[in-house]
C-alpha cells in the first residue's frame, strides 16, 4: 500500500501554483467558459496547465501540436510558454461546438490586447478529426518540437506510432489521463487504449520516457 501520497484539494492546489515562476491568472476565463457546457472536467487541472506551461519554457519548446482542444484552456497555456516569432501552436478539435467557443476565447484574448509575445492569438485551431488529419500532414508535423496527446483515448497507440515512425529527434511528446480517472486498470476501451498506448511507447528502442503524477497523470516522452 502506497503510503505517503497527498491528496490535492484545491487550497494545496492554489499554494503549489503559487510556488511556480509564472501563473495563468490571464486566461482564468478560459477555464471558466469549459463550464458552459456538461463536460467541463474534461480540461486538464490548473496545476496541469501550468506544468505543461512549465515544461516548454524549461525545455525551449516552440512549436506545439495538440491533439484535442476542448475549449482550449491547455492550448492557451501552453502557447503561454512558448516565445520568439516562429513559435506557434496548432491544436485539433473534431467538436465543433468546442472548436467554435475556442475560436470565441481566442477573439476575447485578442480584444483584451494583453501582451503574450502574440502567440495565443495566433495559436491555430482547426476542427478535424485528428489522426487522418495529421497523417495527411505528416511532411508538415514531423516538425514540430512536441505533442500533446490529449484526445481520443482509444486511438493514442497511433498516434504513438506516427510520432516513433515521423517525428525529429529529441521531440517531446506528452500524453495524458494516464490513469484515465482511476478506470486504467478496468477494460473498457479507453482504458485499453491507452494502455496500448503506454504498451507501444514501453517497447519502442527510440523512446525514453517517465510519468509525471500531476492531474489525471502524463507520460512524458523524448524521441532518442
Ligand atoms: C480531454 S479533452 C481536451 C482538453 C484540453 N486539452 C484541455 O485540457 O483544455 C479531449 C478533447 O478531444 C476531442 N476529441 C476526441 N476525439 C477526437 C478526434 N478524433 N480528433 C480531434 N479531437 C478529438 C474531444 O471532443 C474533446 O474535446
Known amino acids: 500500500m502506497t503510503i505517503n501520497q497527498t491528496p490535492i484539494t484545491d487550497q494545496l492546489e492554489e499554494f503549489l501554483i503559487a510556488i511556480g515562476p509564472t501563473n495563468n491568472d490571464h486566461i482564468g476565463y478560459v477555464f471558466a467558459s469549459a463550464f458552459a457546457f456538461d463536460e467541463p472536467f474534461q480540461q486538464v487541472s490548473k496545476l ?12 525551449n519548446v516552440k512549436s506545439v501540436l495538440e491533439v484535442g482542444t476542448f475549449v482550449g484552456f491547455s492550448a492557451f ?4 510558454g512558448l516565445s520568439g516569432n516562429r513559435s506557434k501552436i496548432t491544436s485539433l478539435e473534431v467538436n465543433e461546438g468546442f472548436h467554435k467557443q475556442a475560436l470565441q476565447n481566442q477573439n476575447e484574448y485578442r480584444a483584451t490586447g494583453a501582451e503574450c509575445d502574440g502567440i495565443i492569438e495566433r495559436i491555430n485551431f482547426i476542427c478535424t478529426d485528428a489522426y487522418p488529419h495529421i497523417t495527411e500532414k505528416t511532411d508538415e508535423y ?15 497507440s497511433l498516434y504513438v506510432q506516427w510520432f516513433i515512425d515521423n517525428a525529429k529527434s529529441g521531440a517531446h511528446l506528452l500524453i495524458d489521463n494516464i490513469l484515465f480517472k482511476g478506470s486504467i486498470l478496468g477494460d473498457g476501451k479507453y482504458a485499453k487504449g491507452i494502455k496500448r498506448a503506454i504498451e507501444t511507447v514501453k517497447s519502442s528502442q527510440q523512446l525514453v520516457h517517465y510519468v509525471v503524477p500531476v492531474g489525471d497523470c502524463m507520460l512524458v516522452v523524448r524521441k532518442k
Open 48 to 59: 496541469q496547465a501550468l506544468t505543461l506551461k512549465h515544461y516548454i519554457l524549461a525545455n
Open 77 to 80: 497555456s501552453m502557447a503561454s
Open 142 to 156: 514531423s516538425k514540430y518540437d512536441m505533442v500533446f496527446l490529449d484526445g481520443d483515448k482509444e486511438n493514442y
